[in-house]
């Protein structure tokens, strides 16, 4: 272990000459919204649009891929090009999972990236405070996410019936960017993909090699868009952010 974190973290970098390349997967097929996610307007303005400025706006990120269904190359691509976003390198297309997904995009960033941000296509609220901090930690640790700490009660149920209640104050929902040493990230992910093991998130990845992934400040406004009512509430917190 101590062997591969110091092939992956043996260098110290300076925050100026921070760049990272920004992942988007946004190839998967909105079965739980119940139509696109990724083009419906939020308060006008595609989500898919709201995710890809937020990573062209932060200063750390040098250039974004995105990683899409063969059917949305096109329209995400003119959607880019019409915005004016400059740091869109490359529209491709994604893999049945999202872990392939990923794997596809952090195979075409240029050489000489190797700070890799992997950010959801459906999270388009994300700040740019939450960016430079996770960007910050990734490229000193190696691998780091952002967390917000879990609000309700979470029960563990099995056929119906609740099995045990775990101690909330360690549980966290991690969100993205998740931010790794690119080469890190892209062994671990094909090290799960050839054990067959379904991941949801990429920390989950540098996690099965038993390396530690740092925990970052979330924001409970940087919400993924996964059923239909995350839309209401994602145009509520847009009206709610202009107003503070
Ligand atoms: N094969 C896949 C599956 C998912 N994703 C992307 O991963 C992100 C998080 O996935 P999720 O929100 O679950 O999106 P979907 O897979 O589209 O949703 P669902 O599971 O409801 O079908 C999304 O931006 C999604 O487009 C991807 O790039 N490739
Ligand atoms: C990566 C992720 O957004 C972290 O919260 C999440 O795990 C994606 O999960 P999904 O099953 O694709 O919704």
Redesign the pocket.
Known sequence: MAGLLSRFFGRERKEASIRCGAVVPAA?SSS?MGQDKLLLPLDGTPVILRTLRALEDCPHIAEIVVVTREDLIVPISGLCREAGLTKVAKVIRGGKT?TESVLAGLGELSRGIDLAA?H?G??PLVSQALLEAVITRGAHSGAA?PAVPVKDTIKVVREGVVERTPDRSVLY????P?VFQRDLIATALKQALAEGAAL???CSAVERLGIGVAITQGDYCNL?L?TPEDIATAEALLTWREGS
Do not use: N, S, Y
């Open positions: 998967g739980r999202r992997i959801d459906a999270r996410a929902a991690v969100q993205t998740q949801t998130d990429d993924k996964t």
